[in-house]
């Protein structure tokens, strides 16, 4: 099974090349040809494929049984490949047939299988692109069931990662790469995740096409709601790999004059939540929540603002405070903090919300709860 990863890795590394050589754009909506569930059936996947195009960067396709596994990534064209190298070079008699013969190819654009869009609408950066469906590294209509699903996979991993990476080894760095990979895919898939919320799809049809869509379309508040929900339990809350039977030995192997430091966990995890607090705080992301009131959105930024202080504190609030949640919650103060200031970059209404999460937790926090560090961090909060 790992021969035919590593194989079919490189075909469609290939085939990728060979796309751009041919003027192909990237096409970041390819990942969403299947759904989750036909992405677990090794007979669907083998028949149409994993992505609608090969000038995608999908996640790799690991299903959750190993005996429905069927592609980990495309060895052939897509349909969205196909179609676009039929526009570019399928030959014709006379000028009056290729006009109306591309425009014919043309006209199927709205169809699912062909969505498309390239590096100027993808999400990969914090606050960059609105279109959660234009994501790299994701794969599946439906994203937040793959991440998921993945993160899943990723918890199972890690329980019986000591044991794998020890007992035939004689230095722990395969076991310190093995956890920090770990990590960085299970951030990964949050990040996926987040792009959910305060999403906008884009549908570029032209008029005459009469397409479904609207040109601009929100993000079902379900889904928003739901993504918010997977943040809050999987990446801010003390579910994070936190496996403390493995710290210990996650030492990196020395070599010359390099020193042996520890694993420097919290510094890892606060280094990812920041990124997710990245978008999530992001003032393009803060500002079209409001923006997209006006056309469908009914998650709106007081709620969500809420949402998100909630799932950073209130679990906390008659508890200790454990010392990771500490760096968060610090972390995402000093935030709200830079947003109020009158000098930044925000919305109005952005500083409102902001200001009111701020005075709702100077009101809330009882600074004579918890232990003596969960005491002292209260106080400096």
């Known amino acids: ?129 609105t279109d959660p469906n234009a994501m790299i590294y994701d794969l599946s209509s439906n994203p937040i069931d793959h991440s998921l699903d993945k993160i899943n996979m990723i918890i199972n991993i890690l329980n019986k990662i000591k044991k794998k990476y020890i007992e035939n080894n004689d230095t722990y760095e395969e076991l310190f790469s093995a956890y920090r990979t770990l990590l960085y895919s299970y951030y990964q898939c949050l990040n996926i995740v987040s792009r959910q919320i305060g999403g906008v799809k884009i549908d570029l049809s032209h008029i005459n096409q009469n397409s479904e869509n609207k040109p601009f379309e929100s993000v079902e508040i379900e889904k928003q709601k739901r993504a918010m929900q997977m943040i809050s339990e999987y990446g801010f809350s003390n579910k994070i790999l936190l496996q403390e039977d493995i710290f210990p030995f996650l030492q990196r192997q020395r070599r010359g004059f390099t020193v042996s430091e520890d694993p420097k966990i919290h510094k890892r995890i606060l280094t990812y939540q920041n990124r997710l607090l990245d978008h999530l705080l992001h003032p393009n ?11 469908g959105n009914s998650y709106t930024l007081p709620y969500y603002m809420i949402d998100l202080r909630n799932s950073i504190f209130l679990s906390d609030m008659n508890n200790n405070v454990s010392t990771i949640r500490q760096n968060l919650q610090i972390s995402y103060v000093n935030r709200l903090l830079s947003i109020i200031d009158v000098k930044s970059k925000y919305d109005n209404l952005s500083k409102s919300s902001a200001y009111y999460n701020l005075n709702w937790l100077r009101s809330n926090l009882d600074t004579n709860k918890g232990n003596l560090q969960t005491r002292q961090h209260k106080q400096y909060i």
């Open 285 to 295: 992301v803060l500002m079209r929540i409001t923006n997209s009131s006006l056309y």
């Open 1 to 129: 099974m790992e021969k035919d990863l590593v194989k079919q890795s490189l075909y469609r590394l290939v085939l990728h090349e060979v796309g751009h050589t041919l003027g192909l754009n990237h096409n970041f909506k390819g990942s969403t040809l299947l759904t989750n569930d036909e992405l677990n059936n090794k007979k669907i996947v083998n028949k149409r494929g994993v992505c609608s195009s090969v000038m995608e960067y999908p996640a790799i396709n690991i299903t959750r049984e190993s005996k429905d596994q069927g592609l980990f990534f495309d060895i052939k064209p897509g349909i969205y490949d196909i179609w676009a190298i039929q526009y570019g070079y399928t030959e014709f008699k006379n000028t009056d047939i290729e006009k109306k013969s591309l425009k014919n190819i043309l006209s199927r654009s709205t169809e699912k299988e062909l969505a498309f869009a390239n590096d100027a609408l993808d999400m990969r950066s914090p606050g960059k692109g």
